[in-house]
């Protein structure tokens, strides 16, 4: 059975680091998804009517490409936008789907957001990211995990969930800060 595990949250709430975990501890390939849509956004324009289906459509055939070659493949979204529901049905066409909601607070994923590196990142003015994550942290999907990522980050919860989702023995799907 092929696995995918969709890191969902708001912008600058941790899911490229949870994905670089997951790929470097269980060899987990984490499909880095904003530059499928940089170079969609070049190609196309910036504001082009298609940019964002073709943008997840680039997702779920980048994805589809990784399972040819992988058991277990990540990737992250914001779960935001629109395509979501189809991308995740299209996935779990060909591959048991295990969607993670990554916590953290409003005030952190701004901080992490102002931050970090713009390059290799879709262009989003500060003051959209509040709004963006807003429509993240209403998401609901059928959770195979939680990681609480408000405090100190320990994804060794994680690392074993996704062990046990990938024919490994583990734990359960909660992840939280450390406790002193």
């Known amino acids: 059975m092929?696995?995918?595990?969709v890191l969902v949250g708001?912008?600058?709430a941790g899911k490229?680091?949870?994905g670089r975990i997951l790929d470097a501890e269980l060899g987990v390939h984490f499909v880095v998804v904003e530059p499928l849509f940089l170079a969609l956004r070049e190609a196309l324009g910036a504001g082009h009517p298609d940019l964002e289906r073709r943008g997840f459509e680039a997702v779920r055939d980048a994805v589809w490409a990784a399972l040819d070659r992988y058991d277990a493949v990540g990737f992250e979204t914001t779960g935001a936008s629109a395509q979501v529901p189809g991308l995740l049905a299209d996935l779990a066409s060909r591959a048991e789907v295990h969607p993670v909601r990554v916590l953290a607070t409003p005030e952190q994923c701004l901080a992490r957001f102002a931050a970090?590196?713009?390059a290799g990142h879709l262009p989003v003015p500060l003051e959209q990211v509040g709004r963006i994550n807003a429509l993240a942290a209403q998401v609901e999907l059928p959770w195979a995990a939680?990681?609480?990522n408000r405090g100190p980050l320990d994804a060794s919860e994680l690392v074993a969930a996704v062990?046990?989702?990938i024919g490994r023995p583990g734990s359960s799907g909660k992840v939280g800060p450390q406790t002193p």
């Open 163 to 165: 062990k046990r989702w």
């Open 116 to 118: 970090r590196d713009a």
């Open 146 to 148: 939680e990681v609480d």
């Open 16 to 18: 490229s680091t949870l």
């Open 2 to 5: 092929k696995h995918v595990l």
């Open 10 to 12: 708001p912008k600058g």
